[in-house]
């Protein structure tokens, strides 16, 4: 059977090795024009059920790359006031979770696999077999296709026209402040990580990086291996017009100093926005020879900080299916359905929960966040 996988990300490149790993012929095809062509990007966070996925589905040494070069996120999770008080603090979980340089994960991805770059998928004639066609007018064939090609998903667009992503309306921007260059930063943002949970309709999420660079076989590093603590603010209508530095600071005025000088500080190249977007609810579809995998399938808001995890899932349920053989897209659909539209269900919900909400209900969630912390029952039953 020949497998082609359209889209060359976390998921993608992970069910490539993964089905590499069982024997199984896969060939994946990349816009992209390099390995080296998109060298920016934040953390993402590896929780313990993508980095199962990734130790199942990578050769040993891609994952010891991947442990070497991530950091760990080890210190709990934290709810704090936009003065900088503490509402809850979470436990560390017994599992490990990574932070991964987005840029340092591609590249310990990449090591290894054959990727076509270069190749923009446009559009695939399924005959049976199925033929892809690509921008610069090349063709493929493959028995199986696989649309791995993230949000904006030509494959999804094609094979499921009634499928997509709406914009949720809540803008998020992000930016990193390099620790190397500051020491005034209060201890509880740089030891685990945070969310601010303000009385009004907005939220901001930080987190420390450490991780390492990464490099390559021929000696060449990759990634800037400064670390860095980033931020997120994410509200709805936010007017970008005159910067987004200035408009998160306009917002956050009367917060705490410190979180201010955490936003005033960043340095505006490492400044960016987004629309958030999370997938439209779909009923279940028949299963042929195309199939999909990751953001392509379930877009989710990153506010729960699961989408890439998700992705790792996909490929490594899929990857064990085809090569385990029998009824392979079936069956993975199913499941993938199921856990898939549910994150992005869930995610929605956190996405709301942390960006609007009247007054009342978030001084409401600040006092349900505090009786946690005085009632350790409590606190085990919530989270
Ligand atoms: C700000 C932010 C923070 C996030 N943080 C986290 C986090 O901490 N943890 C987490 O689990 N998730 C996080 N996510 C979500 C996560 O980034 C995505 O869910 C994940 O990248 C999806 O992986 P994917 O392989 O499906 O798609 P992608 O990683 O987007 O890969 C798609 C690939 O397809 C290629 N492609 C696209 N179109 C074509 C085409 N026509 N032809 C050929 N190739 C094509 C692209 O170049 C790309 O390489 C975050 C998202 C955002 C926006």
Known sequence: MRIAVVGGGIGGLCLAHGLRKAGVDVAVYERDLSRTDRLQGYRVHINPDGAAALRECLPAANWRRFEESAGTSENGFGFLTEQLRPLLVLDPDEEKHYSASRITLRQVLLDGLDVRFGKRFERYEQNGDITLHFEDGTTAGCDVLVGADGIRSRVRAQYLPHAGT?????????????????????????????????????????VAHDGLGHTDDDGVLFDNVRPYLMWAYAAKNLDLSDGLQSEVLRRIATWSPDLRRVVGESHPETVSQWHIRSSKPIERWRPTNVTLLGDAVHAMTPMRGIGANIALKDAQLLSRYISEGGDVIARYEAEMYEYGFAAVRDSLRAARQFAEGSPVARTLFRTVLRTAAAVPALKRAMF
């Open 166 to 206: 709406e914009d949720v309306g809540i803008t998020a921007v992000a930016g990193k402040l390099f620790l190397d260059e500051h020491d005034w930063i209060p201890e509880s943002l740089l030891i685990r990580a945070n969310s601010i949970i303000p009385t009004s309709s907005c939220g901001m999420f930080l």
